[in-house]
């Protein structure tokens, strides 16, 4: 029997591995509570004790500068009747918790799968078929402050720096 660790491995070294199915969760606050989109690329299912629904979503931009720094990829996501325009003119979805998760089609039924999050930092367009959101990284914003790093002498009298 083939581990989870083995099916992957052989999966890579396969001539045509199957694609991850990657599912986007959009959390936001609204006056009656948690509102919570779940979208997904491939077929609607039920993973994780929630329904995905199958969505012609768009997530481009993940990654790095070559300086090290994380970019602020865009999510394209349909606006069908303007589902989204409501959220949109009340400010709602600036800050919404966007939440991609990717999860091999074996591992479906253990929940398991990579996981990435952003804020939603502004609505970049917005139409009648597509809205655009620019997303951040959660540490990345205007009252965010990463500790500075510090270094405490060692008790020890015999090591010196």
Known sequence: MLTTEGAILGEIQSLTPQELITFIQIDLQTAQGLTTFRLTDSVTQTWKSHVWTNSAYDLSGVG??????????????????????YYANRNLLEGALVTRHRAHPNDLASGLGLRNRWYVSQVKSLTNQVITLELRGLSDGNRFKIPSRRFTQPEFPFVSL
């Open 64 to 85: 790095k500068t070559s300086s090290g720094e994380f970019s602020r990829p865009k999510l394209n996501l349909p606006n069908p009747n303007g589902s989204f325009t």
